[in-house]
């Protein structure tokens, strides 16, 4: 009897579509480690060539190197330090400019995106002229522009032009007035710290007794007032208390330099032996007829120095500075002394990108407050809330959720474009690299670094900005 | 009548009032000013801020546009449009002017959209040239350049031309193009002397790289877009990996990356290749990461149902996606694309940072020349807002095509 014969129900291994895709991921990988291998073959030969000073192809001996060079600005450096030190502050640097950046870019970004919606036409159009502008020209071009073009053509120092109290604009940077801690305002860190720790409790208490009332809100005010009052309280104390070591007299001359410190024993001495320096105490000189001859303050670093002393003083008194003093840039000779002094270059950069991005995050609010519906509106005022409490609890949640994923990635474009501060000189953490390079020949470290250090920014600012985005996301079923 | 009731005439005891004008507060410039302006008192006093600011930069701006010395432009404007390219060679560079003005021309009549609008813009551009007094022989190019545009459009729009001639036009008009500034050696014409590319620069870079870098990141990006969504793992973590690992990282590593390591990555045999080339594989590199996240918003836009249709006509995955997915994918993210080359064509100024003397380099060159040197004030600021302008121009420029397209496909609308 013939046996029917039917196909084999089993297709043969070879067109098994799971065969297949093992197959082809094997086949895959298989090229990507053969290109990986030939491409590391070639490099490692290269480098064997070209015989460079860090010895083995792919050493890190080199971060632990004198570096030799030094850093204009950012945590102090000297060259003595290691490479691996310069990259830390190369470092500091990016995210210092990238920071502050961030903070001026969202809110430049904020006012303009809410002008491209006003009702204002006069407003609505200035705001559209400068985000299509800024977005439309290369970065690279701005940020030369506000190098060479403006700040470079800013008034010397001597006829530096005056923002009012608030500091100076020159061609070699800017002046600002700054809030600083004195000697005795060091006391005042622990209620600080206090006052903080009181601002988020009871603005979690305020926050939790108002959700079992059925009241919306969040207690943010409750927190700031408690927190006020703590630290408060910690300046009225702290100044009351507030004592410096007893005054000796001493022999000053023309243009003499000294140190304000105090030594074990709780004396005040000037003499240069220091044990604790003593910032921001005022401090007045003596002639001999017991006449006041200058008056100044010590520096954050305890220095202080009176260039034009008309005659000579004999006796130099200190008294008790306020925890807190507003200390104004001072002009002496070729540069200001006291406040925050920032380079032409750091405040180029600054400028640069948070102008440039704070373009791109306007459209970015203009899109997310658009996307939320006029019914939105219709509906909410329908049911009687207030126009504050509609854009509060109705338009802004809506609004954020469309705003947050793209503001992210603007946040992270301004970090990365921060890179371009080689083109003006600014040491961020790319423009150090170049230079360890240079001296080093660690080409390939060099780049696995940087590249390494913005992959872990991204990552960063990656997770927090999601942590974020899901507490506004849309709650589903 | 029987009823007894006499006829009555009804008139109305409140006549409506005779039709008034509106009054002039509230119609014709002055109804505007209040309407867009002054509503409210907040209103106002924001106005007269605004006005405020208006007048200090106005102020600044005339004030400056008055002293302002464009000598140094006008003396350099060959360096801004080709850099150091040799003189006598320009023709060169106007040949393949003049064949982008032409296939440009075809392609605008032949497919129109946003051919057209970009198509219309060049043809302005070319006047604008033309009828500033350049030098004979560039505004001649310009105007050449301006009747090949508009004959390419007779012909392009009279369906002279096959869609598939034209796309191998493109795709032929890439290597022509390096062929023809790199020097040729014509067999009746004679040979022209090789032009190396270091001599390359100006507008005329600038615009090659973000074109070819947009051009070859294509192929790649549509290939790490589909391995992300590949079902196999191996292909999906390594899309994702590539892509996340260059969109983490800042173009200027990238740049410097290809210009040191691109020649230790090669046997050494092979020699170095030319500084162009190094940043051309940068940009490439670079663009694919970011043009494969675009082209996977349109492949995740596309319904599911499209992918079953195409198995249930049994239709092989490649073929599914060749005449189903990509071209559905790929129509939607051309406002992607066309966003993109706009970045990327901002984003070449970053390659005069790596010694490539494109129109920001050339700027700074400009700003160094000795004849400017007892200019008061220095001339970087005229330098630098002309550089901006040309990018201005041509980004803005191409963002309002990509709007405009972007209207017409009916993106946005809901």
């Not at chain 1, 480098?47 to 860090?54: E, K, S, W, Y």
């Not at chain 1, 559209?128 to 439309?136: A, M």
Request: hydrophobic share 50%; charged share 10%.
């Amino acid at each position: 009897m013939a046996r029917a014969t039917f196909p084999d129900p089993k297709p043969p291994f070879y067109r098994d579509t799971r065969t297949i895709a093992v197959l082809v991921q094997l086949v895959f990988l298989g090229g990507v480690l053969l290109t990986g291998w030939f491409l590391y073959n070639n490099m490692t030969t290269r480098l064997a060539a070209a015989n460079t000073t860090t010895g083995g192809a792919l050493s890190w001996n080199f971060l632990s190197q004198t570096a030799g060079f030094g850093i204009s600005e950012g945590p102090a450096f000297q060259p003595e330090e290691s490479y691996g030190r310069a990259y830390w502050v190369g470092v500091v640097n990016t995210l210092r400019v990238g920071l502050t950046g961030v903070l001026l870019a969202t809110v430049v970004g904020l006012l303009a995106g809410i002008a491209r919606v006003s009702n204002n036409w006069l407003l609505r159009q200035l705001a559209g002229v400068y985000v299509d502008l800024f977005r439309s020209t290369p970065l690279l071009v701005q940020l030369l522009f506000w190098y060479v073009g403006v700040i470079a053509a800013l008034p010397n120092i001597q006829d530096a032009a005056e923002l009012g109290n608030l500091g100076y604009l020159t061609n070699r940077g800017m002046y600002l007035s700054w809030p600083q801690l004195t000697e005795t305002g060091l006391n005042w860190n622990g209620w600080l710290l206090g006052g903080g720790i009181a601002a988020v409790a009871v603005a979690w208490l305020q926050r939790r007794r108002m959700r079992r009332s059925g009241r919306l809100g969040s207690g943010l005010l409750a927190g700031i007032v408690a927190g006020g009052i703590v630290a408060g309280a910690g300046y009225v104390v702290v100044a009351a208390n507030a004592t410096l070591p007893a005054t000796t007299t001493y022999e000053l001359r023309r243009g003499d330099r000294g140190t304000l410190f105090e030594d074990r024993n709780g004396n005040g001495t000037l003499e240069p032996a220091i044990d604790r320096t003593l910032a921001h105490v005022p401090i007045t000189l003596y002639g001999a007829q017991d006449e006041v001859v200058a008056q100044g303050a010590t520096e954050q670093d305890g220095t202080f120095r009176f260039t034009d002393l008309p005659a000579e003083a004999v006796r130099l008194t200190w008294s008790t500075p306020p925890p807190l003093v507003l200390s104004e840039p001072q002009r002496q000779g070729f540069n200001f002394r006291g406040g925050v002094s920032l380079t032409p270059e750091f405040v180029a950069l600054l400028l640069a990108l948070f102008v440039y991005t704070g373009a791109f995050i306007a459209e970015i609010v203009r899109a997310g407050i658009s996307a939320v519906g006029k019914g939105q509106w219709e509906a909410s005022r329908a049911l009687g809330l207030s126009t504050g409490t509609t854009l509060q609890m109705i338009v802004l949640p809506q609004a954020l959720r469309v705003i947050i994923p793209p503001l992210t990635s603007q946040y992270l474009n301004l970090v990365k474009n921060s890179s371009l501060a080689i083109a003006v000189g600014y040491p961020d953490l790319f423009n150090v690299s170049r230079t360890i390079v240079n001296q080093t020949g660690a080409e390939v470290q060099g780049i696995v670094l940087v590249m390494a250090t913005y992959l872990t920014f991204s990552l960063v600012t990656s997770l927090f900005m999601n942590w974020y985005n899901q507490r506004v996301a849309l709650v589903e079923r | 009548m029987a009823t007894g009731i006499p006829p009555t005439h009804w008139v109305n005891p409140n006549p409506p009032a005779p039709a008034q004008k509106p009054p002039a507060t509230t119609v014709g410039w002055i109804g505007w000013l209040r309407a867009h302006l002054f509503s409210t008192p907040a209103n106002s006093v924001l106005t007269l801020a605004t006005l405020w600011v208006l007048y200090w930069i106005g102020g600044g701006l005339a004030r400056w546009l008055a002293g302002a010395f464009w000598e140094p432009i006008w003396a350099n404007r060959k360096l801004f449009a080709t850099g150091i390219y040799p003189s006598e060679q320009l023709w060169q560079p106007a040949v393949v002017l003049l064949l982008v003005c032409a296939l440009f021309g075809l392609s605008a009549g032949r497919w129109g959209s946003i051919m057209r609008t970009v198509g219309i813009g060049l043809a302005a551009l070319l006047l604008l040239l033309a009828l500033i007094p350049l030098g004979g022989m560039a505004q001649a190019v310009m105007a050449v350049g301006l009747v090949l545009l508009l004959a390419g459009y007779w012909l392009g729009a009279r369906g002279g031309v096959a869609s598939r001639w034209l796309v191998a036009g493109w795709i032929l008009s890439g290597p022509l193009t390096f062929v023809l500034l790199g020097g040729i050696d014509l067999p009746l014409l004679g040979a022209s002397p090789a032009v190396d590319s270091n001599l390359w620069g100006g507008l005329m870079l600038t615009m090659l790289l973000a074109v070819v870098g947009i051009a070859l990141s294509f192929p790649v990006g549509v290939l790490l877009a589909l391995g992300r969504r590949s079902k196999l793992p191996v292909i999906r973590y390594f899309s994702i990996g590539y892509i996340e690992l260059i969109r983490g990282v800042p173009l200027i590593t990238l740049l410097f990356m290809g210009m040191t390591m691109l020649p230790l990555f090669l046997p050494s045999g092979w020699g170095n290749p030319s500084q162009l080339v190094r940043a051309m594989t940068a940009i490439t590199f670079f663009s694919a990461a970011y043009l494969a996240e675009n082209v996977r918003g349109g492949l995740q836009a596309i319904p599911k149902g499209q992918y079953e249709a195409a198995d249930a006509l049994g239709l092989s995955g490649l073929d599914s996606l060749r005449f189903i997915i990509l071209p559905q994918a790929l129509v939607k993210v051309i406002p992607a694309i066309v966003g993109q080359f706009i970045g990327l064509f901002k984003d070449t100024s970053l390659v005069s940072l790596v010694g490539l003397l494109e129109l920001v380099a050339v700027a700074k060159a400009v700003i160094q020349q000795p004849e400017w040197l007892g200019v008061a004030g220095g001339v970087a600021r005229e330098v630098y807002v002309f550089v901006g302008l040309v990018f201005f121009l041509f980004s803005y420029g191409m963002s309002f095509a990509s709007r405009r397209l972007e209207n017409k496909l009916g993106f946005g609308k809901r």
